[in-house]
């Protein structure tokens, strides 16, 4: 599964293979301008006109590298270096000197004035990149800010210069629309304050080394569909229902049976074998008409959930969209955990019940899923100081209960019950819908229920939620996409898996 490093071991990486391929650093740098280059001549014709802004380090190195690459391809190629106390590095230099006598090289020693760069249709950022150990201070960011006020498309290379890779950043920080990482994706790419300065961001790889990066460790990873499929269980000719589960949902109320709906229909889809449904007697016809392959199993109130009899066939349950908040669902919900000791999916008021009643947190069976949105966690966890914090709350909170504990959202964090992060790579923002969340408890409660452990359970459920939804954006586009659509394209995401 891919990793995700530190910005130490990024460092090491580069020295590893430059020691091990072997390769002169100047030929790595080389393959990194070659990588960049390739990625953005296949995007931006020769009639864009370039701007390259470079420090002396480096990221200044590769800044200068690919200006003479693009001049080699026919671009129109403006270079500007910003003057510092600091040494230049032997491979700046190296490019310098190769750069000579084919871009015009302007050095900036002072704040400049926006209007510099205004003959310029795409500005690179070559000034700092992955190795910044604090905020940007003195001329270069004044040169940062200067290069914010444009109205130009920015590229960073590798990194955005101030924004630092694996810890909180201050100061001035380059407000991307492009961020070319080199082989590996930052922690930081991953975290709504980033994406400010992030944009969109491009892995390209320049074979970096293999094998330290697979003996190395980090907690933290990125999904793939390589990954997905590997945890996929085929089914077998002679499988039969009894062999895939028998979940039980309970969701709904009065005014949100559809909630119901939205979860079971897409826990069936997710390859379920058999579903009971509770809902308060309001939801019986909502349900019976509208998902014909569930069972419904009617509470005794007839607008809200109270009680639920004979839990010991189910093999998993997934509870809490739509099911309120008032007393007697949260005595009904302290019962259920009491007395249901299999792993469990707890959304939505469920968990808003837990983050009221906190003591019921040492009722949660180990191995549970629990799949907060934001601010769902917010009431769980308490506030947090910026998004590091935040994840570490996160892990924090799936080692107290032993459970996995997935924070909804861009690359939804799931985090295993030792602490590891997994960050998804599907989805888009055409989910941010109502309802969507429903159909992942469904998912993840149909998966628990086929004996898939708590993790590869969330793994593979929400990256199977994540690609339905990007199946219904590319369908439906992105601003029309409803919960209802996720559901539709559930069996596309799967063959799309199985392929």
Not at 255 to 274: C, D, M, P
Not at 292 to 303: F, I
Not at 327 to 332: D, S
């Amino acid at each position: 599964m891919p990793k995700i490093l530190s910005a130490k071991q990024i460092k090491q990486l580069d020295s590893y293979t430059i020691q091990h391929e072997p390769i002169a650093s100047i030929d790595l740098m080389e393959r990194a301008c070659r990588a960049f280059e390739c990625w953005l001549t296949e995007r931006f014709d020769v009639n864009h006109r370039i701007g390259i802004v470079c420090g002396i380090g480096n990221n200044g190195g590769d800044g200068l590298g690919i200006a003479r690459l693009l001049y080699e391809s026919g671009y129109i190629v403006q270079v500007w270096i910003i003057k510092s106390e600091s040494t230049e590095s032997s491979d700046f230099k190296i490019n310098k000197e190769r750069l000579k006598n084919k871009v015009a090289i302007k050095d900036i020693e002072s704040a400049p004035d926006p209007e510099i760069f205004s003959s310029c249709d795409i500005l690179i950022d070559a000034i700092l990149g992955s190795g910044l150990s604090r905020a940007v201070e003195g001329l270069n960011a004044a040169v940062i800010e200067c290069i914010n006020q444009t109205n130009i498309l920015r590229v960073a290379i590798d990194v955005p210069s101030g924004l630092m890779m694996d810890q909180p950043s201050t100061g001035s920080i380059i407000k991307a629309h492009h961020t070319v990482s080199f082989q590996l994706p930052k922690l930081a790419f991953f975290f709504p304050q980033s994406y400010p300065f992030v944009g969109c961001w491009h892995v390209v790889p320049i074979g970096l080394s293999k094998t330290f990066i697979n003996q190395e460790t980090s907690p933290y990873f990125y999904l793939s569909l390589k990954n997905i499929k590997q945890i996929l269980k085929p089914r077998l000719t002679f499988d039969h229902k009894g062999r895939h589960g028998h979940a039980l949902i309970i969701a709904g109320s009065i005014g949100k049976i559809g909630a119901a709906v939205l979860a079971s229909r897409a826990s069936l889809r997710a390859g379920l074998g058999l579903l009971t449904t509770h809902v308060p007697k309001c939801g019986n016809i909502i349900l019976q008409t509208s998902v014909p392959e569930a069972m419904v199993n009617l509470d005794s109130h007839e607008e809200f959930f109270t009680s639920v009899n004979s839990i010991d066939h189910y093999s998993a349950i997934g509870i809490g969209p739509g099911i309120g908040q008032g007393n007697e669902t949260l005595n009904a919900f302290a019962s259920l955990l009491k007395q249901f000791k299999l792993p469990m999916v707890i959304d939505a008021d469920a968990l808003n019940i837990l983050s009221t009643n906190k003591e019921l947190l040492k009722e949660i069976t180990e191995g549970s899923i629990l799949t907060p949105h934001p601010k769902e966690f917010e009431r769980l966890v308490g506030r947090w100081k910026n998004d590091f914090e935040r994840l570490e709350k996160q892990q924090q909170l799936a080692k107290q209960l032993k459970c996995v504990v997935v924070l909804k959202g861009a690359y939804s964090s799931i985090v295993s019950p030792d602490g590891d992060v997994y960050f998804n790579s599907t989805g888009n923002p055409g989910m941010a819908t109502g309802g969507t969340g429903d159909i992942l408890t469904g998912i993840l409660t149909g998966l628990l229920a086929q004996k898939y452990s708590s993790l590869h359970a969330a793994l593979l459920g929400v990256y199977v939620h994540g690609l339905a939804g990007d199946i219904a954006a590319y369908e439906k586009g992105m601003n029309s996409v409803i919960a209802s659509d996720l559901i539709e394209f559930l069996a596309n995401a799967f063959k799309k898996i199985t392929a």
